[in-house]
């Protein structure tokens, strides 16, 4: 109970007058001193305009309550086991001395950052390492990141460097002389294009088979799709596994050591593969789907010139609303929403769209949206990171200046 | 001008469940078919008798290996000793099969029996004049391309996003011949290990919200309601604020360079 609001217990009458009851016959005679009353259990009793004094996040312009119990007055709530809010409790940190085996979960850290599908090996080793007590190597480019919240015992560092450039054949070497030299029970990679490349060139320099793409995984048993989609290879989980992308759920609140490994020695040799490069590709060329950056317009676009020069300066794929699709102003193919393409990219530029739940379902997907309407009112303005309350036709030339200024397009 | 070797699959459409092309494997054969060749070898390491090899003879080729082998063997030692007497400067084949184990792991065992290196996901060749090094352009996620420089020989895989197959014509398909070699290859011991059952789709698993944080009410809330941005607000700003805040924040999410 609160100091603040100190609530009275729940009683129960017929327990107070039958601890006051001094005799029954012949006549039922009663105490009258309260000392006698005896503080009876029961359930806390709620004080339900306390409850709601807690809840007010705001009270002008308007009242608006938050019942979650993580508004800012929550804290002082009194927390009862099993019902109130929980307690958001901070993880113990587990640690694995002597561990029965080591497991290696080999990590892409594509664009020098951990993936979700990153996360999700991760777990998938937690789960078989905890099922044999061993203990996870995280085998990672050397990077910021602590390991230890996503399930690491041990981390075992290459080159940083290797995060960015293209070097399979130097990363599966290293891979592949820890491997050799701390002979963990089972290795795991994430089923990725850079990920599956090199548990492949892995799994040929240690003369093994490489389960790939595992669809289920459980202690006992590991399950993969095969014969063009139609059947399920299932078996005990062998030495080399790589994980499809949401096949496991990443883990919850963990709190591990990360204990730091002597990385492998660098591999010498030179390379076959040289001199890589990333190539500059047509914008438009590229799948709705898989674009990047998408700059889309509306029924508040007018001039299509100002847009078209928009997407080339920026480098952006052009994409459009249902209504644009329809009026013929752009292909059917560069429809964004539930009857066109439902995008994934990291950057969505939206120019005179009000967001009908049609399209903001298309982009539930996108990391953040900008959109420029002059509706102050418009779904679409809720749904974005940034919203400006302005004309489409004056921001898409002002922004083409901005571009040509800065030197690209 | 170099000596390619392809090496061809059986594939199975995935709804009819008929034998087929594959397609990575066609695209690898459409390829080879537009790269300066001296001479093309088509492999394939099976059976002699499936209908789908007449589909690639239908693209162009006039004959097609064929290293006869019963089903559940492991063709990787006939097709390297194979290739080995051929020394192709290239070989060519489809990143992922489509009907046998699938795993995508054929071309890196033989280019490690051969001893070459491998370029995964090829979605072009271009041969250099000398005819020693090859400038090969990769497929990556989001539509983005990679261009490498290989030394020949190489074993190189093609991507789906590479150009698409020709139609097969009747007439080459009929005329095309089939050499059929048959061959010793021992039998699969990990593949015959695993259990096979039809497959069964599973549910999609829920990525929504951060694992173990909050109860069903933040997973529902996730799952149903549209996702608020970070709501920052700018009202009636001139075309030059507007288009710098904008431009400050593409540059800050990364997409446009600083």
Same mark, same amino acid.
């Given at each position: 109970?609160?100091?603040?609001?100190?609530?009275?217990?729940?009683?129960?009458?017929?327990?107070?007058?039958?601890?006051?009851?001094?005799?029954?016959?012949?006549?039922?005679?009663?105490?009258?001193?309260?000392?006698?009353?005896?503080?009876?259990? #029961?359930?806390? &009793?709620?004080?339900?305009?306390?409850?709601?004094?807690?809840?007010?996040?705001?009270?002008?312009?308007?009242?608006?309550?938050?019942?979650?119990?993580?508004?800012?007055?929550?804290?002082?709530? $009194?927390?009862?086991?099993?019902?109130?809010?929980?307690?958001?409790?901070?993880?113990?940190?587990?640690?694995?001395?002597?561990?029965?085996?080591?497991?290696?979960?080999?990590?892409?850290?594509?664009?020098?950052?951990?993936?979700?599908?990153?996360?999700?090996?991760?777990?998938?080793?937690?789960?078989?390492?905890?099922?044999?007590? #061993?203990?996870?190597?995280?085998?990672?480019?050397?990077?910021?990141?602590?390991?230890? =919240?996503?399930? =690491?015992?041990?981390?075992?560092?290459?080159?940083?460097?290797?995060?960015?450039?293209?070097?399979?054949?130097?990363?599966?070497?290293?891979?592949?002389?820890?491997?050799?030299?701390?002979?963990?029970?089972?290795?795991?990679?994430?089923?990725?294009?850079?990920? #599956?490349?090199?548990?492949?060139?892995?799994?040929?320099?240690?003369?093994?088979?490489?389960?790939?793409?595992?669809?289920?995984?459980?202690?006992?048993?590991?399950?993969?799709?095969?014969?063009?989609?139609?059947?399920?290879?299932?078996?005990?989980?062998?030495?080399?596994?790589?994980?499809? @992308?949401?096949?496991?759920?990443?883990?919850?609140?963990?709190?591990?050591?990360?204990?730091?490994?002597?990385?492998?020695?660098?591999?010498?040799?030179?390379?076959?593969?040289?001199?890589?490069?990333?190539?500059?590709?047509?914008?438009?060329?590229?799948?709705?789907?898989?674009?990047?950056?998408?700059?889309?317009?509306?029924?508040?676009?007018?001039?299509?010139?100002?847009?078209?020069?928009?997407?080339?300066?920026?480098?952006?794929?052009?994409?459009?609303?249902?209504?644009?699709?329809?009026?013929?102003?752009?292909?059917?193919?560069?429809?964004? #929403?539930?009857?066109?393409?439902?995008?994934?990219?990291?950057?969505?530029?939206?120019?005179?769209?009000?967001?009908?739940?049609?399209?903001?379902?298309?982009?539930?997907?996108?990391?953040?949206?900008?959109?420029?309407?002059?509706?102050?009112? @418009?779904?679409?303005?809720?749904?974005?990171?940034?919203?400006?309350?302005?004309?489409?036709?004056?921001?898409?030339?002002?922004?083409?200046?901005?571009?040509?200024?800065?030197?690209?397009? | 001008?170099?000596?390619?070797?392809?090496?061809?699959?059986?594939?199975?459409?995935?709804?009819?469940?008929?034998? &087929?092309?594959?397609?990575?494997?066609?695209?690898?054969?459409?390829?080879?078919?537009?790269?300066?060749?001296?001479?093309?070898?088509?492999?394939?390491?099976?059976?002699?008798?499936?209908?789908?090899?007449?589909?690639?003879?239908?693209?162009?080729?006039?004959?097609?290996?064929?290293?006869?082998?019963?089903?559940?063997?492991?063709?990787?030692?006939?097709?390297?000793?194979?290739?080995?007497?051929?020394?192709?400067?290239?070989?060519?084949?489809?990143?992922?099969?489509?009907?046998?184990?699938?795993?995508?792991?054929?071309?890196?065992?033989?280019?490690?029996?051969?001893?070459?290196?491998?370029?995964?996901?090829?979605?072009?060749?271009?041969?250099?004049?000398?005819?020693?090094?090859?400038?090969?352009?990769?497929?990556?996620?989001?539509?983005?391309?990679?261009?490498?420089?290989?030394?020949?020989?190489?074993?190189?895989?093609?991507?789906?996003?590479?150009?698409?197959?020709?139609?097969?014509?009747?007439?080459?398909?009929?005329?095309?011949?089939?050499?059929?070699? $048959?061959?010793?290859?021992?039998?699969?011991?990990?593949? @015959?290990?695993?259990?096979?059952?039809?497959?069964?789709?599973?549910?999609?698993?829920?990525?929504?919200? @951060?694992?173990?944080?909050?109860?069903?009410?933040?997973?529902?809330?996730?799952?149903?309601?549209?996702?608020?941005?970070?709501?920052?607000?700018?009202?009636?700003?001139?075309?030059?604020?507007?288009?710098?805040?904008?431009?400050?924040?593409?540059?800050?999410?990364?997409?446009?360079?600083?």
């Amino acid at each position: 109970m609160s100091e603040q609001h100190p609530t009275a217990r729940r009683r129960d009458p017929r327990a107070e007058r039958a601890a006051r009851t001094v005799r029954v016959e012949p006549r039922r005679r009663l105490v009258l001193s309260v000392d006698v009353v005896p503080q009876t259990g #029961g359930r806390p &009793r709620r004080d339900p305009r306390a409850r709601r004094a807690e809840a007010i996040v705001q009270s002008v312009p308007r009242l608006r309550l938050d019942w979650t119990g993580k508004a800012v007055g929550a804290s002082a709530l $009194p927390t009862v086991e099993g019902r109130g809010p929980r307690a958001a409790s901070e993880p113990v940190l587990r640690v694995i001395d002597d561990p029965a085996c080591l497991l290696f979960a080999v990590l892409d850290r594509p664009d020098g950052a951990l993936s979700g599908h990153d996360r999700q090996v991760l777990a998938a080793a937690r789960l078989l390492a905890d099922a044999a007590g #061993g203990a996870v190597v995280a085998v990672v480019p050397d990077g910021g990141e602590d390991l230890g =919240a996503l399930g =690491a015992d041990r981390v075992l560092p290459l080159p940083a460097a290797w995060a960015d450039e293209y070097a399979p054949e130097r990363r599966a070497a290293a891979v592949a002389a820890a491997i050799a030299r701390w002979s963990p029970r089972h290795i795991l990679f994430a089923e990725s294009q850079d990920g #599956g490349d090199l548990a492949r060139r892995v799994a040929v320099a240690c003369g093994e088979r490489l389960f790939a793409g595992v669809e289920s995984l459980s202690s006992a048993r590991a399950a993969r799709r095969a014969g063009g989609g139609a059947t399920e290879l299932g078996c005990a989980p062998p030495r080399l596994l790589s994980i499809a @992308a949401d096949a496991v759920a990443p883990l919850g609140a963990v709190r591990h050591e990360a204990r730091r490994l002597d990385p492998p020695p660098e591999p010498d040799g030179v390379p076959a593969l040289q001199g890589a490069r990333r190539l500059p590709v047509d914008p438009d060329g590229v799948g709705l789907g898989e674009a990047d950056f998408i700059v889309s317009a509306g029924n508040g676009v007018t001039d299509w010139d100002a847009f078209a020069a928009l997407g080339r300066a920026l480098g952006a794929t052009r994409a459009g609303s249902r209504v644009v699709c329809d009026a013929g102003h752009l292909p059917r193919d560069r429809q964004v #929403g539930a009857s066109g393409t439902v995008v994934s990219a990291r950057c969505y530029l939206a120019f005179g769209i009000a967001g009908a739940p049609q399209h903001l379902q298309g982009i539930g997907g996108v990391e953040r949206v900008i959109a420029v309407n002059t509706d102050l009112h @418009a779904a679409m303005i809720k749904r974005a990171d940034l919203a400006i309350i302005a004309d489409a036709q004056a921001v898409m030339p002002a922004l083409v200046r901005l571009a040509r200024e800065r030197g690209h397009g | 001008m170099v000596d390619v070797a392809i090496l061809l699959s059986v594939g199975r459409h995935p709804v009819s469940g008929r034998a &087929r092309r594959a397609p990575t494997d066609a695209r690898a054969l459409e390829m080879a078919l537009g790269l300066p060749a001296v001479r093309r070898t088509a492999l394939h390491a099976g059976d002699p008798a499936s209908p789908a090899l007449r589909d690639y003879l239908g693209m162009g080729l006039d004959r097609l290996t064929v290293l006869a082998m019963a089903h559940g063997c492991d063709p990787v030692e006939p097709l390297a000793a194979h290739l080995r007497s051929l020394s192709p400067g290239i070989v060519l084949t489809g990143n992922r099969a489509e009907g046998g184990e699938d795993s995508g792991m054929l071309p890196y065992r033989v280019a490690h029996t051969l001893g070459v290196a491998i370029v995964p996901d090829v979605v072009a060749i271009t041969v250099e004049a000398g005819g020693g090094a090859a400038e090969v352009v990769q497929a990556l996620a989001r539509g983005q391309r990679r261009a490498l420089r290989v030394a020949l020989p190489f074993v190189a895989t093609i991507h789906p996003a590479a150009p698409s197959a020709r139609p097969s014509a009747f007439g080459p398909a009929r005329r095309g011949r089939i050499d059929s070699v $048959p061959v010793e290859a021992p039998p699969d011991a990990f593949l @015959a290990a695993c259990a096979a059952r039809p497959w069964r789709d599973r549910p999609k698993r829920l990525t929504v919200g @951060a694992p173990g944080s909050g109860g069903a009410l933040d997973r529902l809330r996730a799952a149903t309601e549209a996702k608020a941005g970070q709501g920052r607000l700018l009202v009636g700003p001139s075309p030059d604020e507007a288009a710098l805040a904008i431009y400050e924040c593409l540059q800050e999410q990364g997409v446009l360079p600083r």
